[in-house]
């Protein structure tokens, strides 16, 4: 089967992986859509640090080929958004309702692949960048077969992260003021979060002015092209400032235009060393900067409400998808998601 591989120096699209049966408590899925995040880029550029060789991908939608013994949430024929959450759905996070912080559902990758009788790993237990992927139960969230897969893909991680971080994390209220620094697939969900939450200013700041209708589209009522005139448009500061780029000088903006009890967001990812820096006096009138993996999700709850708000015409999926790419032209979707083109580049099956 076709499949993305990066093998620590170059990616490739190879026509010879293969996949193990699914064993207890896990989900064959058929890929049919899949969505580029930066997070697959930044394995590749070495931004974060992953093992080798690696089939690539994290956000997709397919339809179910098989289950293992004791999946019977799902079958064979259903129409699934996957998450990257492989919790064990039995520790004492997982009871708290708090999945993200499940230490198994982090740093423990497996290697379903082979390629010419080499193991590879899944990258973010999920590897939606193949034909088919194997994930453990608990991450196949079954939806509604009318949502078309390329929009459905981009759920399990630009809409959990994004909305999840407005909704789950940082708990924007009615009449709440937002500023998103960064409009790329993160950024936009960032604003459609806080236009569902009910946030009565929002800010979208990006450097690409040409981002202003997207972002206007999904819910920005404002739009600058830098943090300098934020202030104009919140004098006294934002409730909320999300990070969305990844970049330290930008994580220190948005703690620096916060309001008297207002909260930083982290949502961008800098290199695993980068360090950010803030003023401490600055935060002692119940400021507070938090960081957010995975907005926080509860995805077996959030996928499908978000599945319902899209069909309720509240969420915006299509809008996301600027450009679909069949995978063999993966090296396109790469330079273009890389240079900014496209607000998120889907890969097709």
Do not use: W
Not at 38 to 66: K, M, N, Q, W
């Amino acid at each position: 089967m076709r499949g993305v591989i990066f093998d620590g120096r170059q990616t490739q699209v190879v026509d010879d992986l293969e996949i193990r049966e699914p064993g207890p408590g896990e989900v064959l899925v058929a890929i049919s859509a899949a969505g580029l995040c930066h997070s697959d880029l930044s394995v590749v550029d070495g931004t974060i640090p992953f093992p080798v060789p690696v089939v690539l991908g994290h956000e997709g939608a397919g339809v179910v080929e098989a289950v293992g013994v004791g999946v019977t949430h799902v079958q064979p024929g259903d129409h699934v958004s996957l998450s990257t959450l492989a919790n064990c759905g039995t520790c004492a996070e997982c009871d708290r309702g708090r999945p993200t912080m499940c230490r198994k559902a982090i740093g423990m990758p497996q290697r379903p692949f082979t390629r010419a009788g080499q193991s590879l790993y899944q990258f973010a237990s999920n590897s939606a960048f193949a034909e088919r992927t194997l994930v453990k139960a608990v991450q196949a969230v079954r939806i509604p077969s009318d949502i078309p897969m390329t929009s459905a893909a981009l759920i399990g991680c630009g809409v959990l992260t994004g909305v999840g971080a407005v909704l789950n994390r940082a708990r924007v209220d009615r009449g709440d003021s937002v500023v998103v620094i960064g409009t790329g697939g993160i950024g936009l969900n960032v604003i459609q979060g806080a236009r569902i939450a009910g946030a009565l200013t929002v800010v979208a700041v990006d450097s690409n002015p040409a981002k202003e209708e997207v972002a206007r589209r999904f819910g920005a009522t404002h739009f600058l092209t830098s943090t300098e005139g934020v202030r104009e448009v919140l004098p006294t500061g934002a409730d909320h400032a999300f990070e969305c780029v990844g970049r330290v000088e930008l994580v220190r903006q948005a703690v620096d235009l916060l309001d008297r009890h207002g909260q930083a967001v982290l949502l961008g990812v800098p290199a695993a060393t980068a360090e950010a820096s803030f003023l401490v006096s600055s935060m002692y009138l119940d400021k507070s900067i938090l960081g957010c993996r995975y907005g926080s999700a509860r995805p077996q709850r959030d996928i499908a409400l978000y599945a319902e708000l899209y069909r309720e015409g509240r969420l915006l999926l299509d809008e996301l998808v600027t450009e679909t790419y069949p995978v063999e032209d993966f090296e396109k979707a790469a330079a273009d998601a890389g240079a900014g083109r496209v607000a998120r580049a889907v890969l097709t099956f």
